[in-house]
Nanobody, 121 residues
Framework: QVQLVESGGDEVQAGGSLRLSCAAS????????MGWFRQTPTKQRELVAA???????VYGDSVKGRFTISRDNSKNTMYLQMNTLTPEDTGVYYC???????????????WGQGTQVTVSS
């Protein structure tokens, strides 16, 4: 059993910044890839950013240059620094983690409950 808990969502004005956190807990030895997805009022759920256990990153086109993903493996925690926010960034942000399972070559995907980010103009 694995739990992912997001925090840091808030309401901010356009141009502002937020820092999201995702803390993982439960029964696991390690976490492979982690990422942030968001569900917006006008778009389907989309990838915001992802990071491997080794630190390689990928970003969605709309957030490149504005958002930075990071993780602290010793704390089982992932972060998303969001700068220069716009109303289009409004949505529910979900933490995602890929966790290996003993006896299987495929990771098990886990999702958090989400944290609301609202950007007003």
């Amino acid at each position: 059993q694995v739990q992912l808990v997001e925090s840091g969502g808030d309401e901010v004005q356009a141009g502002g910044s937020l820092r999201l956190s995702c803390a993982a807990s439960g029964n696991f030895a390690t976490i492979n890839a982690m990422g942030w997805f968001r569900q917006t009022p006008t778009k389907q759920r989309e990838l915001v950013a992802a990071i491997t256990s080794g630190g390689s990153t990928v970003y969605g086109d709309s957030v490149k240059g504005r958002f930075t993903i990071s993780r602290d493996n010793s704390k089982n925690t992932m972060y998303l620094q969001m700068n220069t926010l716009t109303p289009e960034d409004t949505g529910v942000y979900y933490c995602h983690a890929e966790i290996p399972r003993a006896g299987s070559r495929r990771d098990i995907p886990y999702w958090g409950q989400g944290t609301q980010v609202t950007v007003s103009s």
